[in-house]
Antibody
Framework: EVQLLESGGDLVQPGGSLRLSCAAS????????MSWVRQAPGKGLEWVSA????????DYADSVKGRFTTSRDNSKNTLYLQMNSLRVEDTAVYYC?????????????????WGQGALVTVSS | QSALTQPASVSGSPGQSITISCTGT?????????VSWYQHHPGKAPKLIIY???KRPSGVSDRFSGSKSGNTASLTISGLQADDESAYYC????????????FGGGTKLTVL
């Protein structure tokens, strides 16, 4: 069974930094692309970033470009999201999501497994 | 404001059928068969129920079906059950604007 477990969510002040982790199990982590998707309070889902299975390619939503960095450690079956220069509008539940393919940009742009999310609150 | 437009809420009685629409543009829904639908119960992980417009993952009930016409995709749930009460989100590949994957704002389904 595929399991994705996010951690690292916290309350942080505007301008601060935070790193989320997503521990994966139940599948061959190193052969699938992964993404982060967030949901702000009362809002819909928003794709944040994607990383290829090999970590050779990443992509970001314009709203986080230059501030967030996605990485992965395939030896630890773990996905990361480093968030810097956090803003109030980054407040959201952050989900890690498993792609159906090794390369996000060559697949069908859907996620066949998701974690339960980690809450990030940016507030002074 | 979400890139794809969904009704905020729909409702139906047990046994009935409902349809949730997802309206985009010719840069996303209208030009690509890359629409997906997710069911999301609060506090739980979202669940994929439809991908590539009409395909169902293994284990998803055939009461769920997807379709597309022009710039609008649709999710139909037949034989409504109490457990179907949830939020539903559509998504699509997008070849314009800021992001290459866009979501709808979500639709809350209430089973009366």
């Amino acid at each position: 069974e595929v399991q994705l477990l996010e951690s690292g969510g916290d309350l942080v002040q505007p301008g601060g930094s935070l790193r989320l982790s997503c521990a994966a199990s139940g599948f061959s982590f190193s052969t699938y692309a992964m993404s982060w998707v967030r949901q702000a309070p009362g809002k819909g889902l928003e794709w944040v970033s994607a990383i290829s299975a090999s970590a050779h390619r990443t992509d970001y939503a314009d709203s986080v470009k230059g501030r967030f960095t996605t990485s992965r450690d395939n030896s630890k079956n773990t996905l990361y999201l480093q968030m810097n220069s956090l803003r109030v509008e980054d407040t959201a539940v952050y989900y890690c999501a498993k792609d159906s393919y090794y390369d996000f940009w060559s697949g069908s742009y859907y996620f066949d497994s998701w974690g339960q999310g980690a809450l990030v609150t940016v507030s002074s | 404001q979400s890139a794809l437009t969904q009704p905020a809420s729909v409702s139906g009685s047990p046994g009935q059928s409902i349809t949730i629409s997802c309206t985009g543009t010719s840069s996303d829904v209208g030009s690509y068969s890359l629409v997906s639908w997710y069911q999301h119960h609060p506090g739980k992980a979202p669940k994929l129920i439809i991908y590539e417009v009409t395909k169902r993952p293994s284990g998803v009930s055939d009461r769920f079906s997807g379709s597309k016409s022009g710039n609008t995709a649709s999710l139909t749930i037949s034989g409504l059950q109490a457990d179907d009460e949830s939020a539903y989100y559509c998504s699509s590949y997008a070849n314009a604007g800021d992001n290459i994957l866009v979501f709808g704002g979500g639709t809350k389904l209430t089973v009366l």
